[in-house]
């Protein structure tokens, strides 16, 4: 696989226009009455007629039997490989909930967890508080104040929610406060390296008091701290790829992901018409667009093989409004597969294809897991899709002479 | 390709079961009257029902044009990446006749070879004196007696013997006493690092007395030495994929190839179906079994394509006995292709396929080379078959959030 080292010596500005199409989770697994997956069991002419016209594939995102996380999964679409450019966990979950981050903030996963007499953990989840019961002991732990840096204490759902410590000198190598199991007290931060010391000071401070302030907030009268990380420093796809980047997304997960490695995100509605309102409207203004369609998904998490059909089929209708802007690359495929069958992301490779003047089209003629199965493409890493792109918008000059 | 330090993170034990069954040198070369090869030849339908449930594709042992020995074809099988793996030749020869290793010993691969009266070597393998002369020879050798250590000298085949160096402070960084050539002289065996300046010391002690005891057995008048190597230290499948692994075997080579990544081996008969039987008795004791069948590469060592097929035969005819044991996922495969048209071990990638509930069949119907080709995997490195193979019984998690 060619690296960022090579691959930005030779790639050039060009006015061609790349659109990424993400439909996420869009892989399935077929029903067991019919044999047909979600997206062969789905009306999709208009689908169908962009893979006639492209070359198609299945993609493994990070490796062939790895389930990837939304993280893992969009990296590898950005051309950015997974196994390398890893995020921490705190600041997924800030991404998550559209934190801005500023470059030396710290950043936890919290969870609020039940303690008994003995200070022992007893619930890692206190019982999965509801989310306005949350949002309120967030507001009551915001109003710690630490010596040497402010904190930002944000819900997110249920028991979950954010720290960010925001100061000089902060560090996120520090070791978790949650043991990740119940009978045991939660522990304190450790440093993993001497410039964290002030951090881990901080972090330990904040546990005692947030102690303290929820001494009678039982099941939620402790806190559980994981993942502290700051933002990586990581190449721009700008300086990678020569690339004017744009994010359409109307989930804030897929909007943070894309600002690590330097997208612009516009701003846009929730639904796919309005994301598609979002993209005429502004493109003009970038050669690279970053689309992404969440309900694909989240039909195949509720588990609902029916729900995810017709998810698709309205994707689909949506297709000639996006196609009316003759993009010169137009990349479709999905971060992952989501079978309903499994309710949750899997493993398996992701139908992918990818339409351009130059692209020599297969004989695929059905955008599905099957049909892509049979294409130019082959079975083939995810990481690999963003060369391919540039390639076909004649962005990438010969390698070697 | 993702590594041990990603995988042992995501793996959970669950009580989901691995069959790894291996048709030794499987793939085969079409026959040139009917351009079927001996597995499209062979009548195999419980294969072929077993394809129609799985997904399939052509998997590369090494790498594309790479011929793998028994011990790369294997460890790739069992996850290892052979081209890091790697097991000395003194190791592998020992494995081979089911000689018991431990730790600190050392093994060499032994030549009886004829000297000549400048001594200098005039046939490398003595004439290929027969292996009952060579069982003689070797108790002859056996009654040397080293100061500081304890030796074993094993006949295998012909002029082929192991020697082992069994004491304490041993190494196996020594250079060869075979000079590869004949009209030279044996070398002495040098040191390649200190810690080895005793084990050389030995060695060449050994070779000295050698030389006396057969001084009178021409063409067996002296001994060559190479490949002087240790059992390497590798992280077990328990540790890498916290797997109970047994291995069913009645060739010691895999039964050795399998103990080195940490399989028990269990007690089995020569027939498959006593290794069937095997399986069906400790079912219930282990999470993995690896189950394999020599007969398929030993007919196509013979460059016998009809005994090959019908060795094919034979295995299908078996295969319902494995299937109504229900194993979570089962994989079926070999470790590298035998052609009989080759009569050797070749490169040729080898049929695969994989069927659990959650594997998304693809439209493969028949267990052979040409239909493989067609199957979703694709073609693929054969060490990237452990962690599909763990995705499909559930035991990853999500890798990334």
């Not at 980047?245 to 804030?252: D, E």
Request: with cysteine.
């Amino acid at each position: 696989m060619i690296g960022f080292e090579h691959i930005s010596k030779i790639v050039q500005r060009t006015d061609a226009k790349i659109v990424l199409f993400i439909m996420d989770g869009v892989g399935g697994l077929p029903h067991p009455e019919t044999g047909l997956t979600e997206l062969e069991t789905a009306r999709t002419p208009n689908l169908d007629r962009v893979a006639a016209e492209s070359i198609c594939g299945l993609s493994d995102p990070v490796s062939p039997g790895i389930t990837p996380g939304s993280g893992p999964g969009h990296l590898a679409l950005f051309g950015y490989d997974p196994l390398k450019y890893e995020i921490g966990r705190g600041v997924l979950e800030a991404l998550g909930i559209d934190l801005e981050l500023k470059e030396e903030d710290v950043a936890a996963r919290g969870n609020f967890c039940t303690v008994d007499d003995q200070g022992k953990i007893s619930d890692r989840r206190a019982g999965r508080i509801s989310t306005e019961k949350n949002q309120e002991l967030c507001q009551l732990l915001s109003k710690i104040k630490l010596a040497g840096a402010e904190l930002v204490v944000a819900p997110v759902k249920e028991h979950r929610f954010v720290l960010l410590l925001r100061g000089n000198k902060l560090s996120g190598e520090l070791g978790d406060s949650d043991p990740q199991h119940v009978g045991l007290a939660p522990l304190s931060v450790k440093k993993l390296s001497p410039a964290a010391e002030k951090t881990a000071r901080l972090a330990n401070e904040f546990v005692a008091r947030a102690k303290e302030v929820l001494r009678s907030c039982h099941p939620a009268n402790m806190v559980l701290l994981r993942g502290f990380s700051q933002l990586p420093r990581w190449p721009s796809m700008n300086e990678v790829f020569k690339l004017s980047p744009a994010a359409i997304a109307s989930y804030p997960m897929y909007r943070g992901l894309a600002r690590l490695v330097g997208m612009k995100v516009l701003a846009t509605g929730s639904t796919l018409a309005e994301e598609l309102a979002t993209l005429r409207q502004h493109y003009n203004d970038h050669d690279f667009f970053f689309l992404h369609v969440k309900q694909t998904d989240s039909r195949g998490e509720d588990g609902d093989f029916q729900a995810k059909v017709k998810a698709i089929e309205e994707v689909d209708a949506h297709l000639p409004d996006l196609l009316s802007l003759k993009p010169d690359v137009l990349v479709v495929t999905g971060d992952h597969s989501t079978p309903a069958a499994l309710a949750s992301h899997s493993w398996h490779p992701v139908p992918f294809m990818l339409r351009s003047r130059w692209c020599r089209p297969d004989r695929v003629k059905e955008f599905s897991e099957s049909a892509c199965a049979q294409g130019a493409m082959g079975r083939f890493p995810a990481v690999e899709i963003m060369p391919l792109a540039l390639a076909n918008a004649l962005k990438l000059d010969k390698f070697g002479a």
